[in-house]
């Protein structure tokens, strides 16, 4: 049998992850050098933060980042280890 990895109890924000292939977003960063100059914040987790942001209705990156800080333990299934600091979401967001 093989395994089946859609879960109803999974989040929203993961199940539109999940439908989103990494090599999309691989070629995108290439295409458009993303990673150029934030070492520290690769495309991925921009992607996925700016869309944890939009499916939670924040209103800024103050609520943004409390938000992921709040619900750290649990961002796993989103693919990330921590919450990317504030300071780095604004300077990326700002380019």
Avoid: W
Avoid at 5 to 33: E, M, W
Avoid at 54 to 74: I, W
């Amino acid at each position: 049998m093989s395994e089946v990895k859609k879960f109803p109890g999974q989040p929203v924000l993961s199940q539109i992850l999940d439908v989103i292939p990494g090599s999309i977003i691989n070629t995108a960063g290439r295409k458009h050098k993303s990673n150029r100059y934030y070492k520290r914040l690769p495309l991925r987790v921009h992607l996925v933060s700016l869309l944890y942001g939009v499916f939670s209705y924040c209103n800024g990156l103050r609520e943004l980042c409390e938000g992921m800080l709040a619900c750290e333990g649990k961002l796993v299934h989103l693919g990330l280890d921590k919450a990317p600091a504030r300071s780095t979401l604004s300077d990326a967001n700002n380019k």
